[in-house]
């Protein structure tokens, strides 16, 4: 008897499994088969084919287009036959069975159980993530997590001659595929590139790449540098439940025991992480012993908390530590030179900002003697905004604490400090009906200051200081008949503060700036210890246009006229004297695909001071960030020559599966490069290379200087491991 589907009526796939639709097809029932149709996946179990046929009333036969599905599973072939005496399904290709996760499995024919758990294929092809095939004479089913095949080749490369071995692959007699653990274990794996045999492994266990938090090994890392000679890294993934891993990286460089490669080490390196309801934590961590320092234990612990607490409250916890100066720097862990170890509370609310911290300093610096640096810093403020109904102004009040202990108990270069101020401040914006804009301010500071260690000021001072501003602008705008818009404002602003009566060393407004954003700040000082004081007049012409496709461009000149000179203001900020420098500062917005900005600072005659010029750039084949400070010599700042450094960082997609990246630091005046890296990556359809060089330079504690050099290799096989980062290549073969 035999049937084509689409004249047999149609039945829903949601009210019979594949098992009882066939039973009742043999027992004489063949108006319940179901007709060509679109089942869904997700439902119990269906078949779908062209034409269906009853045979000895003990066999079905479907062919043409067969298709099952079975609880997110879906197989196609060519033909299919159930036999009701053994339950079993006979398949014939070609075959393609394709699970949730996108796993296919290839086979030329195949008997399986009616669930498609379990069976026999062969000719088998096992395809995990379109990259890793493993390719076996004939495969197993258990319990559709076990897939067993035998007389193995594994390789993600594609072949585009016929004969030719890829560029890698593994020839193993045996290969398990554990879907729930996700897990590929080889047995007698042969690990061979361009065909040639390269090692050999009884047995191998690697993460079969569908999941990046799975257990097993990374891609090692080859890594040379001249004090240590090569050295092989092989990290270590393991998965500590849905919500916590660790990763553990054993390095190890042996001692050859020749001259040019005397060096050696023996460093786990380690990373924990885990996800809480309420906030995140990471470890990094190593324990080292080396030739850098023999005979002692080398160590590093950087930890870092994040949780969300009641009442809105952000609490940050950070410890950074290590057992000496240069042990961060040797192995390339961080580039920190001062640690920072804290805890912190904040919140930020509408109107509101509140925060805390309490931080402990290391300083690894040769030129700083740590127990007369503040070491034990305590911060803390309290900002809240308020605004007045029925006119354009607010209310800003604030409260702010800080104070800094060194350990040294000796007389001035052991100082400790303590600071709170009260702040308020009054502000209110108008404009005119004639288009003048009016920006008026006034603030009082209240101060309480205690200085300790230092007999040259009194231990307990109080001060109360006023300021007052007012600014004026006139902002003119027209807009071109292509479409740009130009904006041009001259500024004016009187600001004047009452002379500061505390009197005390300044620890923390060393690093003053001049620019275009804090040109007509009341006060330019980042800290407690100093105000701006006395009358002045900041002055700026703006002017800035916007293209009708999206790019601006601005430029801000301006200087600030003081009437006296209270000297407190050292050369090298720009503000010093009764008239600061001229500034002037270009500031060119193209998006994400551009953005430039220069400032450069001038002294009366118009010879430049400083220069500071940034640049991004962003494209598909380029990314670039490269920052140049140009900054005249300057006794204040203790800078005895010019100086003149540029950074920069780039990554470039050279074509042909090739990239390329670039980090390089230099001195122009002493004409020597700080440091210098270079990336190079080759990725293609089954590997990716990446390749690392870098040399840096250190002053030590006699002002000698030393280079390092380090070199590192990593290969990874796509398909294997937790490598859910890697963009996926495809090779288009060509005759």
Not at 10 to 29: F, K, N, P, Y
Not at 124 to 150: C, H, N, P, W, Y
Not at 723 to 735: E, L, P
Request: proline share 4%; hydrophobic share 40%.
């Amino acid at each position: 008897m035999t049937l084509p589907a689409r004249l047999l009526p149609q039945v829903s796939a949601r009210r019979l499994t594949a098992s009882a639709l066939i039973v009742l097809v043999c027992l004489g029932l063949p108006g319940r088969l179901l007709a060509q149709g679109t089942p869904d996946p997700t439902m119990m179990t269906s078949l779908v084919a062209d034409v269906v046929r009853i045979d000895d009333g003990q066999r079905l036969i479907a062919s043409g287009n067969v298709e099952v599905f079975s609880d997110g599973r879906r197989l196609r072939a060519s033909k299919l036959t159930f036999d009701q005496t053994t339950d079993r399904l006979v398949i014939d290709g070609p075959i393609v069975l394709q699970d949730e996760n996108g796993t296919l499995i290839l086979a030329d024919q195949a008997e399986l159980d009616t669930d498609l758990n379990n069976g026999i294929l062969r000719g088998a092809r096992l395809v995990l993530q379109e990259q890793l095939q493993i390719a076996g004479a004939e495969m197993s089913r258990t319990d559709g997590r076990f897939s067993d095949l035998k007389r193995v080749v594994a390789s993600s490369c594609e072949v585009c001659i016929a004969g030719k071995a890829p560029l890698w692959e593994i020839r193993a007699t045996r290969v398990i595929h554990d879907q729930l653990d996700k897990q590929i274990y080889f047995y007698d794996a042969r690990f061979r590139i361009a065909g040639v045999p390269v090692f050999y492994l009884p047995m191998l266990r690697v993460p079969d790449g569908t999941d990046p938090r799975v257990t097993g090994f990374l891609a090692p890392i080859y890594r040379q540098t001249s004090e240590l000679g090569p050295g092989l890294k092989l990290p270590y993934f393991i998965t500590l439940g849905e919500h916590a891993d660790l990763t553990l990286t054993p390095y190890v460089a042996p001692d050859f025991g020749y001259e040019l490669t005397n060096g050696y080490t023996r460093t786990l390196q380690g990373r924990y992480r885990q996800a809480f309801a309420n906030g995140d934590l990471e470890i990094n961590t190593a324990v080292t012993r080396d030739s850098i320092l023999p005979d002692t234990t080398r160590a590093y612990f950087f930890g870092d908390a994040e949780f969300d607490i009641p009442y809105d409250f952000d609490l940050t916890l950070t410890v950074q530590t290590v057992s000496d100066d240069e042990y961060l720097s040797d192995y390339d862990f961080s580039g920190e030179d001062r640690l920072e170890s804290s805890i912190g509370l904040f919140r930020t609310q509408e109107h509101e900002r509140v925060e805390g911290e309490l931080v402990y300093f290391q300083s690894l610096r040769s030129d700083e003697v740590e127990a007369e640096q503040p070491t034990y810093v305590a911060d803390g403020q309290w900002n809240r905004r308020f605004f007045m109904p029925g006119v354009d102004s607010w209310l800003d009040v604030d409260l702010i604490g800080h104070a800094h202990i060194r350990p040294s108990e000796m007389n001035i270069v052991g100082r400790d400090m303590a600071q709170t101020r009260a702040s308020v401040t009054w502000s209110e914006i108008w404009t005119t009906d004639a288009g003048f804009r009016f920006d008026t301010n006034a603030r009082v500071n209240g101060d309480l200051k205690y200085i300790g260690n230092d007999d040259r000021y009194d231990t307990t001072q109080v001060a109360l200081t006023p300021t007052a501003a007012l600014a004026v602008g006139y902002p003119m705008a027209r807009q071109s008949a292509q479409g740009a818009r130009y904006l041009l404002e001259p500024i004016g602003q009187f600001v004047w503060t009452a002379k500061d009566t505390l009197e005390g060393p300044n620890d923390d407004s060393t690093l003053t700036a001049f620019d275009a954003g804090n040109m007509f700040d009341l006060n330019r000082f980042p800290g407690l210890d100093r105000q701006e004081e006395g009358g002045r007049i900041n002055a700026a012409l703006r002017w800035t246009r916007y293209a009708p496709d999206g790019w601006s461009l601005g430029l801000t000149g301006g200087r600030v006229f003081r009437f006296e000179d209270l000297g407190q203001f050292p050369d090298g900020t720009g503000l010093a004297g009764a008239s600061s420098n001229w500034l002037a500062q270009a500031d060119l917005d193209f998006g994400e695909r551009l953005q430039l900005r220069s400032l450069t600072l001038m002294d009366n005659g118009f010879e430049p001071t400083l220069n500071e010029t940034r640049l991004s750039w962003q494209s598909p084949a380029l990314e670039l960030s490269s920052t140049y400070i140009w900054q005249r010599e300057d006794a204040a700042f203790d800078i005895s020559d010019d100086i003149s450094e540029v950074s920069f960082e780039a990554a470039f997609d050279l074509g042909l599966r090739w990239s390329a990246e670039l980090d390089l630091r230099r001195d122009f005046i002493s004409d020597q490069t700080n440091q210098a890296g270079l990336g190079l990556i080759y990725t293609n359809e089954c590997v990716r290379v990446d390749l690392s060089a870098l040399r840096k330079f250190r002053t030590d504690e006699d002002d000698n200087i030393e280079p390092s050099t380090s070199f590192d290799l990593t290969v990874t096989l796509a398909g294997f491991g937790n490598n859910d980062n890697q963009a996926r290549y495809r090779r288009t073969c060509t005759n």
